[in-house]
């Protein structure tokens, strides 16, 4: 009879045990050959909510492995462009292939006029949000502060900025639940400038995007195709604050 209350509790209790699992594989280039010290990370994730992230670096053979992590393998090495995959977690093994990073893609420094005009937001990076559109401040959070950005299409769609000194870049950036809805995904760095830049397109065709550099993220979800083209505009405005500037 406790055998039978045992699995009965267990069939109950089902939906809110953490089935993480082990991964692990070979990372090499687009050559074929392997890469070392590439940053493989996981997150294990508590049955109460929350995680917590898993690290590995590749050997010289390109191999890594990490233990009791979720669904999503990001892999990060600078010089390469970002690669994230997602596994079923009865699948042991993933494996990646990274690419050099898109040597295209620079951030600009900001000129002394841009870094005073009103209408730019950000710590680091300055995004430029054309005159009015609606700006709503969110309240600080430790030494955090956010502004949102309203789609003036609708007024409900709306862009996220966060600004301050405990928003360094930190794996694995994008949420790791934006990919678990089967989007689409293209994904690029700037190694030198410290940035990186994730576009993602939802099955029923809502966009969503998270660009981070050290101390600035801006980031929209589940938006319309209008509202995506309207936030990407201002966000190819960022600049680099240069300080020390007159």
Known sequence: MRL???????????????QDTEV????????????????????????????????????????????RVGKVVFFRKAKYRPVTKVRALAEGTTNAALETEDSGWT???????EQSEKRRYGNNLLFMVPTGVMVKKGKPDDDTWSVFVIFPGNHTERMMIWSGSTMAWDLP????????DGSRTEERANASAGAIDIRGEMPGGKRWR???????VAEYHDVSEAAAGFFDKIISSGCRRTFGAN
């Open 210 to 216: 998270s660009l981070e550099w050290p101390f600035d």
């Open 173 to 180: 950036a994008a949420p790791e639940a934006w990919y678990l």
């Open 107 to 113: 951030l600009r420094s900001s000129t002394p006029s």
């Open 4 to 18: 039978v209350l045992f699995a009965l509790l267990l069939s109950l209790c089902s939906p809110v045990i953490v």
């Open 24 to 67: 692990k594989g070979v990372v090499t280039d687009a050559k074929g050959q392997p890469i070392s010290n590439v940053d493989a990370v996981g997150l294990q994730h508590f049955a109460a909510g929350g995680y917590i992230k898993v690290e590995a670096k590749t050997n010289e053979q390109g191999r890594y492995e990490l233990s």
